[in-house]
């Protein structure tokens, strides 16, 4: 292992999952909301796996649905960290749909969530860096600044009703 960090790999984890008629909505398909736990377990996984302590959601991006996942598929959850600041990490994850029947795959959802590391008082605490292993985990590494500054400026411009 580096010591100036940890490869992607390390992080790397895959969910698998039949979709069952409890699953679903009255359309046939996956409700979005249980799609977005699934979404939100795998990625605290792969989190914790990095940086080998306990995690909080920051944010979540925006969830971008391509296609539904349907009754009867498998979904198939995959989700690595990104990027690393400080105490933060991005995480990539994204869904695809598979038809068992004819072994059709389809990417249905791509999202990035951001989670701070904690410590046993529940403040931030240091997280290694991350090192991109393949060409788009080098893509996404390069890409994160831009997306953590839009993510910095949204939390900047939020309006809460009570304030």
């Given amino acids: 292992m580096n010591a100036n960090g940890k490869p992607t790999s390390v ?3 895959i ?7 409890g699953d679903t909505n009255y359309h046939g398909t996956m409700f979005g909301g249980n ?7 795998i990625c605290v996984i792969a989190a914790m796996r990095h940086c080998g302590r306990r995690v909080v959601t920051a944010s979540t991006d925006s969830l971008d649905f391509k296609s539904p996942v349907r009754m009867g598929e498998a979904v198939e959850l ?3 960290v990104s990027w ?4 933060s990490m991005e995480i990539y994850c994204i869904v695809r749909a598979e038809n068992l029947e004819t072994g059709d795959r389809r990417t249905t959802v791509t999202c990035f969530n ?8 529940g403040k931030p605490a240091p997280v290694p860096a991350v090192l991109p292993e393949t060409d788009i985990e080098r893509k996404l ?20 009703i009570d304030d």
């Fill in 35 to 41: 799609l977005m736990k699934y979404i939100d377990e």
């Fill in 114 to 121: 951001t989670f701070v590391a904690v410590d046993e008082n």
């Fill in 11 to 13: 992080s790397r984890s």
């Fill in 84 to 87: 690393t600041g400080r105490t």
């Fill in 141 to 160: 590494h390069a890409s994160a600044p831009e997306r953590a500054e839009m993510r910095k400026k949204r939390r900047e411009e939020t309006y809460y």
């Fill in 78 to 80: 995959e989700a690595f």
């Fill in 15 to 21: 969910k698998t999952m039949l979709v069952f008629p």
